[in-house]
C-alpha cells in the first residue's frame, strides 16, 4: 500500500504535459488496490475539471444509471477504480474536448494498473481506452459493442455515455435492453450493493 500511495501522489504532481493543457494541470482519477471495477475513460471534461470529481456531469449521471449503481457506490473507490487515458482537462476543439493528451498513459498507466490486482470487470469507454484494453476489437464502436460477449465477463465496451451520443441510443435500443440488464448483474455480483432506483 505504501507504494501505492507513493505512486499516486507522483500522479498528483504531474506536470508532463502541462504546456498542452490551456487551464493547467489537475490530474482527476479515483483508484485502490481494492478496487474490483474499473472504468477506463478518456479525459475530464471542463466541469470535471473544476470540481476534480470525475464523471460530475451529464455522461456520470447516466453511466451510473446503466451500471445500476448510486453515487455512493459510485465514488467508493475501493469499490470502483476510475482510471481516464488522460487525467487532466485537455481543452476543446471544433467538436468537442480535444483527445486526451498520450503522455499520460504512457508515463502512469501501466504502474497504476499493476496495483490494481482485484480488477475483475473494465468498463472500457470511447476510442483511446478501446485502443488501450481491446487493440483486437473491430474499429467500429458499434461493431466492437456488439461483440461485447467476446471479452465478457472480464471486459465490457460500452458507447461513451454522453449526451452526444442519444441518437447513437436511439439507433441501437439492443444496448439497453440486452447489455445493461447484464453488466447491472454482474457490478451487482461483484459486491456494489447501493442501487440506484
Known sequence: MASFITLLAEVHRCTLC??????GPRPV??????AR???AAQAPGRKVHE??????DASGERLRTWMGVDAK???DRKCIAILPMGFCYPGTGKSGDLPPRPECALAWRKQL???MQHLRLTLVIGAYAKAWHLPDAPSSLTETVRAWQRWWPEVLPLPHP????NLWLRRNPWFEQEVLPVLQKRIADLGAHHFSS
Open 18 to 23: 502541462s504546456a498542452h493543457l490551456p487551464l
Open 29 to 34: 482519477l479515483q483508484v485502490h488496490p481494492q
Open 37 to 39: 471495477i474499473l472504468i
Open 51 to 56: 470540481t476534480g470529481i470525475p464523471f460530475t
Open 73 to 75: 457506490t459510485f465514488y
Open 113 to 115: 494498473l499493476s496495483e
Open 162 to 165: 454522453s449526451p452526444r451520443n
